[in-house]
C-alpha cells in the first residue's frame, strides 16, 4: 500500500483511498467492520464471514477492524488465516481496553494500566498471528488512569516494532488533544451516522486541527438504517445485542423508524438502497467537515459488502442533505443503555 495524503488515487478494486492519519498509508476509503463475524449480531455463518472478507478486498476494501474482546478472542483467531493470505494487502486494526474477569464471562471492565496494555498486545499478536499490528486503539476510556500514561505505554509498542499506528476510540476532544502531544494518534473511532452526530461539536474538529482520520463505527445505526428491523425486541434473536439498546426498542423504536422516510426519498431518488444513502451521508462527512472519513459498516454477506462499497459512489445534493439534517436531533433513545464510557457521555 502507498503512503500519501491525497485521498483521490483508487485502489486496485476502484474504491478511491484515504489516508490513515498525517502521512500514514492510503487505505480504502471505506474499511469492514469484523465485528459480527463472531460476536454480538445472533448466528453467524463462518463460511459466509470469509467470503465476505475475500469479497471486501476485491472490492478494494483495505482496512479491517477487530478487538480482542469480540467474542473474547475469536474474531481475531477467525480473522488469522484470511491475513496471512494478504498480509501485504490490508491493513489491520485491532483494540484492547475491554478486559472480561476470568469468574464472570459476561462482565466487562475497561483497562487502560501499561502492564495490561502489554499483556494485550502480546495476546493479539498471538491470535492475529501476525509480527506487527498496523493500527492499535484503545478501546475505551478508563479515567482512573492518566491519558498520557496509556498512550506513553502504547508509543513504547511502536518503538519495540509491536505496532505501526496508534488509535482511540471514544475519546472527548481534550483526550485526543492530550494523547497526541505524547505521541501522533493516526485515528479516532466513534459512532457516526445519521441517527448519532454528538461528535460533530468537539471530537471532529480536534481530529482534523490534528490530522487525524475519524474511523465512524455503526455507520448504518447497527443495521436499524437499512430498514432490517424495526423493533428489536420482537425482530431479533435473543443473543443479539441490539435488543439492550434503548433506540432499538420499544415506543423508541417505533419514533425512530418514522424518522426513516426522508433517507427512503433519498434513496428513491438515486435508485439506490436506505443503507447505502446512510453510508454515502457518512462518506460525504469528509467534504463537509475537511478531513479523511473511513467508515466500518460491519456485515457477513458478500452481496451487502458489494453494496456498501457502491455507496462511496453516491454524492448527495446540497437538498438532500437539508431534508436528512433534521434526523439526528429526533432520535429518541441513547445509543447505549449506559453512556459513560462514550465520549458523548464525559464532553
Not at 49 to 76: C, F, K, P, W
Not at 108 to 120: C, E, G, K, L, S
Request: aromatic share 6%.
Amino acid at each position: 500500500m502507498t503512503e500519501g495524503t491525497s485521498g483521490t488515487s483508487s485502489t486496485g478494486g476502484g474504491i478511491v483511498t484515504a489516508p490513515l492519519g498525517a502521512g500514514g498509508p492510503e487505505v480504502g476509503v471505506q474499511g469492514l467492520g469484523c465485528m459480527g463475524m463472531s460476536f454480538a449480531y445472533g448466528p453467524v455463518d463462518a463460511d459466509a464471514s470469509r467470503a465476505t472478507l475475500e469479497r471486501a478486498l476485491e472490492l478494494g476494501v483495505t482496512l479491517y477492524d477487530t478487538a480482542d474482546v469480540y467474542g473474547a478472542g475469536d474474531n481475531e483467531r477467525f480473522l488469522s488465516p484470511f491475513l496471512a493470505a494478504h498480509r501485504e494487502e490490508v491493513v489491520i486494526a485491532t483494540k484492547f481496553a475491554v478486559s472480561i474477569p476470568a469468574d464472570d464471562p459476561a462482565g466487562r471492565v475497561t483497562r487502560n494500566d501499561a502492564p495490561y496494555i502489554r499483556q494485550a498486545v502480546e495476546a493479539s499478536l498471538r491470535r492475529l498471528d501476525v509480527d506487527v499490528i498496523d493500527l492499535y486503539y484503545m478501546h475505551r476510556r478508563d479515567v482512573d488512569v492518566p491519558i498520557e500514561e496509556t498512550v506513553g505505554a502504547m508509543a513504547e509498542l511502536v518503538r519495540e516494532g509491536k505496532v505501526k499506528q496508534l488509535g482511540l476510540s471514544e475519546v472527548t476532544a481534550g483526550e485526543l488533544r492530550d494523547a497526541h502531544a505524547v505521541h501522533p494518534i493516526a485515528a479516532v473511532q466513534s459512532e457516526w451516522s445519521l441517527f448519532s452526530r454528538d461528535i460533530e461539536a468537539n471530537v471532529v474538529p480536534a481530529a482534523r486541527d490534528l490530522g487525524v482520520t475519524l474511523v465512524p463505527y455503526s455507520p448504518l445505526g447497527r443495521g436499524f438504517l437499512t430498514g432490517s428491523f424495526v423493533d428489536a425486541g420482537q425482530d431479533l434473536t435473543a443473543d443479539d445485542f441490539r435488543r439492550r439498546m434503548p433506540r432499538f426498542t420499544g415506543e423508541n423504536a417505533v419514533a425512530n423508524a418514522a424518522l426513516l422516510a426522508p433517507v427512503r426519498a433519498v434513496a428513491d431518488a438515486h435508485g439506490a438502497t436506505p443503507g447505502q444513502i446512510a453510508l454515502a451521508w457518512v462518506q460525504q462527512r469528509a467534504a463537509v467537515h475537511g478531513l479523511p472519513v473511513v467508515p466500518i459498516p460491519g456485515t457477513r454477506k458478500p452481496s451487502r459488502v458489494e453494496k456498501n462499497t457502491a455507496a462511496t459512489r453516491i454524492t448527495l445534493t446540497d437538498a438532500q442533505l437539508d431534508l436528512l439534517e433534521p434526523i439526528a436531533d429526533k432520535v429518541a433513545g441513547t445509543r447505549y443503555p449506559d453512556m459513560a464510557f462514550t465520549s458523548a457521555g464525559r464532553e
